[in-house]
């Protein structure tokens, strides 16, 4: 186990990922549990950084491998190239962060709720060896191993994932605070 509790929320394009993603940090924001996201943009090459003209543009065009920006009211922190999610991970460890959110990377496995829009999604059961649950906008074929929800059973799955997480929360602060 350790810190930081790791849940991953895959699935397909528009199987709701962000929603599940917003529901869970809300309720985890709640239970004082210090929370990041991890979202893959699968859909194109570039990100908007909204920065044009601006001294973090500029940085990073010239050649900063990292450019940031922090005043009270935040911190941004940028780069032009991919950051592979184990090295994102472990600066969120350096951040003391209990609990981290991943939104996608399908083909990455890690304890993982799968969204599905229906059977047709089985592939993605099919090639996922670290199931913590499957939420699906109808019922599927018996996946007996797997708690199972439907989308509209929202109270029941946030219970659930809710209760995962918090419980492995809790385990990892007695640990660390007895080292």
Request: hydrophobic content about 35%; some cysteine; aromatic content about 8%.
């Amino acid at each position: 186990m350790g810190f930081p509790v790791i849940l991953q929320v895959a699935g397909y394009q528009n199987s709701g990922k962000t929603t599940v993603i917003t529901k869970l940090l809300k309720q985890l924001s709640q239970q004082k549990i210090k929370t990041a996201v991890i979202k893959h943009h699968g859909h194109d090459n570039t990100l908007d950084f909204q920065d044009a003209g601006k001294d973090t543009e500029s940085h990073r065009n010239s050649g900063a491998f990292i450019a940031g920006i922090s005043s009270s009211g935040g911190t941004i922190f940028s780069m032009n190239h991919e950051l592979p999610l184990e090295k994102a991970i472990e600066i969120y460890k350096v951040l003391d962060i209990e609990c981290v959110l991943i939104e996608g990377y399908k083909k990455i496995q890690y304890p993982r709720v799968l969204l599905c829009r229906n059977q047709n999604d089985s592939d993605l059961i099919i090639n996922s060896n670290k199931l913590v649950a499957i939420i699906s906008k109808e019922q599927l074929t018996s996946q007996d191993k797997v708690p199972q929800f439907i989308r509209t059973e929202e109270d029941k799955w946030v219970k659930f994932l809710m209760d995962y997480i918090t419980s492995r929360v809790i385990e990892e602060r007695a640990y660390h605070e007895t080292v």
